[in-house]
């Protein structure tokens, strides 16, 4: 470990930046009850993990990067760091991309990049499906946004390149179904675009999927190692456990594991969750995430697995440490 070697703690540090501000207060004080099994198993793996609120924390350069938490800069003692970006906020986002910046540019490792881009592959579905699509993976037509006065005009967009309606009306950026609107005509559309693009999150339009359940595969170095079916409830259209939605455990199609497979090589991303869209026999790519995605809702084997796979990289992540990666990956772009 970097950390043994430089003589501090031999529990391998991780910080992890959560935004409490994206959640109403009552929710706040429910997910503290309830506390966080991500949060036991990676203390439980041997690891020193602080939680640390984005809100309370100040990115600084004064001669080397610093993110200030009052008066300690937590970048000063090496560690891991997981910063959960999505937010409904667009100036949150921008301070979380601050905070994000000032990682990668430390000799910290930032945890929640893992793939060459996290700019825009770490969040961006719109930057996904460009890079899936090139790759061979099924992707819905898709329409973006533009902003503001003139965000009308995807109407027309979406009449010439998407089927007819019903449609789904989702953040660019987002986590948790998080704003995912299905709209039945166009109509609804343009009422929901009408209320969302005065927001600034940017959204995308695509055609909506009947009896959609949405497939995660889990691939740790190269490999498939398990996979989630999520299903919406009775008459709901979200598959989001956090919205309602139910696990369980899934064998996919051989080609779709593959395909995820590929997906994180061309990444370059030692673990990767590749969520894809089934609707009859039908695969699409939906997104992908790395170490932020839940796994604590597998089947208590396989969640075992992507538990310890998820510990593995983490630890490899650390060993590497932060600048090398960086140049490495400059190297195989
Ligand atoms: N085009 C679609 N057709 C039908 N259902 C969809 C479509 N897009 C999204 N959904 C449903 O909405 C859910 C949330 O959408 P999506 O996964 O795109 O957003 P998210 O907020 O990023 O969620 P996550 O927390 O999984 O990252 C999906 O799991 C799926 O059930
Ligand atoms: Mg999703």
């Not at 984005?54 to 560690?79: F, K, M, Q, T």
């Not at 190269?222 to 989630?228: C, D, F, N, S, Y």
């Not at 497979?261 to 695969?283: N, P």
């Amino acid at each position: 470990m970097k950390n043994a070697a430089t003589g501090t703690s031999a529990r391998p540090r991780l910080v992890w930046i959560t935004t409490p501000d994206n959640y109403d207060p009552h929710v706040q004080e429910q997910l503290k009850r309830g506390g966080s099994e991500r949060l036991d198993m990676l203390t439980a793996a041997g690891f020193d993990v602080r939680v640390v609120h984005s809100c309370d924390i100040v990115p600084v350069w004064n001669g080397r990067p610093r993110l200030l938490h009052g008066e300690e800069d937590l970048l000063a003692r090496y560690a891991g760091f997981l910063v959960t970006s999505w937010t409904w906020d667009p100036a949150i986002a921008r301070h979380i991309e601050a905070i994000t910046r000032t990682v990668r540019a430390s000799d910290c490792v930032l945890l929640t990049d893992g793939t060459l881009d996290p700019e825009a592959f770490g969040l961006d579905k719109l930057a996904m499906y460009h890079h899936a699509a090139a790759l061979g993976a099924p992707v819905l037509p898709t329409v973006s946004v533009p902003f503001g006065r003139y965000a009308r005009r995807a109407l027309d967009a979406v009449r010439t390149q998407l089927p007819p309606g019903p449609y789904v009306v989702k953040p660019r950026s987002m986590a948790m179904g998080y704003g995912v609107l299905k709209a039945d005509t166009v109509q609804h559309l343009g009422a929901s675009i009408d209320l969302m693009a005065p927001g600034g999150l940017g959204c995308l339009v695509q055609p909506y999927l009947p009896d959609s359940g949405d497939v995660r595969v889990y691939v740790h170095e190269g490999r498939m190692i398990a996979a989630l079916l999520r299903e919406p409830a009775g008459q709901t259209y979200l598959a989001n456990v956090s919205q309602g939605g139910s696990g369980s455990g899934y064998e996919p199609p051989a080609e779709i594991a593959d395909l995820s497979e590929r997906l994180a090589r061309s990444l370059h991303s030692d673990y990767l969750c590749v969520d894809w869209l089934i609707s009859g026999d039908s695969y699409t790519f939906n997104e992908w995430m790395t170490v932020s995605a839940a796994y604590e809702d597998l089947p208590p084997s396989t969640r075992k697995l992507v538990a310890q796979a998820l510990v593995q990289y983490i630890n490899r992540r650390l060993d590497e440490g932060g600048v090398p990666r960086q140049r490495t990956h400059g190297e195989r772009c």
